[in-house]
């Protein structure tokens, strides 16, 4: 069974910054995903298994900074300028697969998921 850790949710002001550890049991391409109260979960960025390829969501863009550490299996987020509609709940994903295709986006295409972390953004 593949365990998920996640750490660094919190409360911030606008404009803040947090981040997000997420460690887990074996190296896997590794990604968050976040789902506010009354919304769905959504896509938020990801990482390659290597490290070498990163995705984001558009909303997210030149704000977080998705990295890994793969000899502690442990992949980062780094929110910088955050603002009130990115307060949720972030989900690490873990995925087996190893090609990449717009399926990433999908929550299917991951296999395994952390418990979730809330980040709140206000004043």
């Known amino acids: 069974q593949v365990h998920l850790v996640e750490s660094g949710g919190g409360l911030v002001q606008p404009g803040g910054s947090l981040r997000l550890s997420c460690t887990a049991s074996?190296?896997?391409?590794m990604g968050w995903f976040r789902q506010a109260p009354g919304k769905e979960r959504e896509f938020v960025s990801l990482s390659s298994k290597s490290g070498g390829t990163t995705y984001y969501a558009d909303s997210v863009q030149g704000r977080f900074t998705i990295s890994r550490d793969n000899a502690k299996n442990t992949v980062y987020l780094q929110a910088n300028n955050l603002k009130p509609e990115d307060t949720a709940v972030y989900y690490c994903?873990?995925?087996?697969?190893?090609?990449?295709?717009?399926?990433?986006?999908?929550?299917?295409?991951?296999?395994?998921w952390g418990q979730g972390t809330q980040v709140t953004v206000s004043s």
């Open positions: 994903a873990a995925s087996r697969a190893t090609t990449y295709t717009t399926d990433i986006y999908s929550q299917h295409w991951y296999d395994y």
């Open positions: 074996e190296r896997y391409a």
